[in-house]
């Protein structure tokens, strides 16, 4: 976007030219709810270009196979997303690479499952969180990780469902080797205690594996 479009106004046939579409469709679409009221200034209204985004947005997700319905659904889970300064300062430090996403980029990742159900869902489990037009995902290895397994057949919602899991046996194994080391080795620093915690994770989880794949 543009520093001219990101600064200004429109008057709904300016929109509607900017976004491809008919005044009508515009119309329509404030009707249903899928962009939010315009700024009223006497009988005037005007849109900006979060307007002209959501509209875009709204084109894109047509495209990828989306219904109206689908996408007004989607819209009411994304406003009510927490904002991606509270969910990003929940767990600093980290070494975790946020990734900024549109929403039609966000459906490329996982077709066929972005449902308003699923993005709720990963709004409340804090993997996804909003910026203005955008969402933030809070981790380049869950998205990709995530991705991948909806690839193989995994529906979103198992995914999650495995993620809620596992964060609760993540979070007990972080309390374990954090009491262990500020009981043991008081003078060890959160960068090394890390690490080796990972490590020992690591091992143990690949030799779960190892015994569960084992088995006939």
Do not use: C
Not at 53 to 66: D, N, S, V
Not at 80 to 97: A, F, Y
Not at 166 to 182: C, G, P, Q, Y
């Amino acid at each position: 976007m543009s520093d001219q479009e990101e600064v200004r106004e429109y008057r709904m046939k300016e929109l509607a030219d900017a976004a491809g579409i008919t005044v009508r469709t515009v119309r329509f679409y404030r009707e249903r709810g899928l962009i939010p009221p315009p700024r009223k200034e006497g009988r005037i209204a005007w849109y900006d270009s979060h307007h002209l985004a959501r509209l875009r947005t709204i084109a894109a997700l047509l495209e990828r196979g989306h219904t109206l319905n689908g996408i007004a659904d989607l819209a009411t889970a994304f406003e009510s997303g927490r904002d991606v300064g509270e969910v990003l300062g929940l767990g600093e430090p980290t070494e975790e690479t946020p990734v900024r996403l549109t929403p039609e980029e966000l459906a490329d990742h996982f077709e066929g499952e972005v449902t308003a159900e699923n993005l709720a869902t990963a709004l409340e489990l804090g993997y996804l969180a909003t910026d203005g037009d955008d969402l933030v995902h809070i981790s380049r290895r869950l998205l990709d990780v995530s991705a991948a397994l909806v690839r193989e057949g995994v529906p979103l919602a198992a995914v999650f469902e495995a993620g809620r899991q596992v964060r609760v046996h993540a979070d007990a194994l972080a309390e374990l080797f954090a009491t262990m080391l500020k009981t043991h080795a008081g003078a060890t620093t959160p960068e090394t205690l890390r690490p080796l915690a990972k490590s020992v994770v690591e091992a143990e989880l690949s030799m779960a594996l190892d015994r569960r794949l084992r088995k006939p």
